[in-house]
């Protein structure tokens, strides 16, 4: 269990937490027993080979006002110095545990793709939540027909295009993992563990070049050592349970 104690971002200890960033020892994702919005930053972690855990709320309604937004994924990073700083907002996670495990390409330009597509694919899974997942359940059946017919092919088709550029290899850029293959891997496993996934996974698993992403990600070796293990398999479980009936896990 994490004390947490992050309503406030420390205003007096800049230097010293930097120092934290730039040399870390260990680190702890704090989110829900799930993937969702947890599930590329613990991918990183799991890649980078480091001293990490996965760490769940014990109580989230009264520890929610110690996080700065009431909201997760929070990323504690100890550093060599002895303090540990708090992260926010899964894109600064997922941005800074990339920038460590050099999965932003090889200079600014690459890494700048790289954060488009990451983006990008961020963005179809927010639109999904938006549109589906927290939608009134009368309305979920149009919203997935907008959704399937317009926000997703939309996504799909653009992102074949850079895949294609690449030459339809498994990564978006050269012949390496990046975080925009690692994100887009996630929001297809988001979509393959919704109550809504076979109208979904229908459309995605027609893309040769998604699904070439999709095995490539989850046949890397640091991959498949940390998916194949009892925690990955726990946090796949508790999505689809999660998204089965998400307001009864709100309420
Ligand atoms: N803008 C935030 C959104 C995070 C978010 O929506 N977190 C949800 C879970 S995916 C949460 O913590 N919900 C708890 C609550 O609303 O009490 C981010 O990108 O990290």
């Known amino acids: 269990m994490v004390q947490i104690d992050a309503g406030h971002f ?3 200890a800049s230097v010293e937490l930097s120092e934290t960033l730039a040399k870390p020892v260990s680190y702890k994702l704090m989110y829900f027993p799930m993937l ?12 980078g080979g480091v001293e990490w ?3 769940a709320p014990a109580d989230w309604k009264s520890e929610k006002n110690q996080t700065p937004f009431h909201l997760m994924p929070l990323l504690f990073v100890t550093g060599e110095n002895g ?15 990339a920038k460590k495990f050099g999965l932003l390409g090889s200079n600014e330009y690459e890494e700048s793709i790289i954060k488009s597509l990451h983006s990008s694919s961020a963005a179809v899974q927010n639109a999904f939540a938006g549109a589906v997942t927290w939608n009134a359940p009368e309305a979920k059946a149009g919203a997935l027909g907008f959704f399937t017919t317009a926000t997703l092919p939309t996504w799909i088709a653009t992102h074949e295009r850079h895949l294609n550029d690449n030459g339809n290899n498994g990564h978006y850029l050269g012949d390496k993992l990046s975080l925009a293959d690692i994100r887009t891997a996630n929001a297809i496993e988001h979509f393959a563990t919704q109550p809504e996934s076979a109208a979904l996974m229908a459309i995605i698993n027609k893309s040769v070049p998604l699904t070439k992403l999709r095995d490539t990600v989850a046949k890397h070796p640091k991959m498949v050592q940390w998916r194949s293990g009892a925690e990955y398999k726990g946090f796949y479980e ?7 009936n998400p307001f009864a896990f709100m309420t």
């Open 10 to 12: 420390s205003r007096d």
């Open 238 to 244: 508790g999505n689809i349970a999660f998204f089965a």
């Open 83 to 97: 303090k540990t700083a708090t992260l926010a907002e899964t894109v600064v996670i997922e941005h800074y545990l």
């Open 36 to 47: 969702s919005n947890g599930a590329t930053g613990r991918d990183l972690l799991a890649y």
């Open 53 to 55: 855990s996965s760490v």
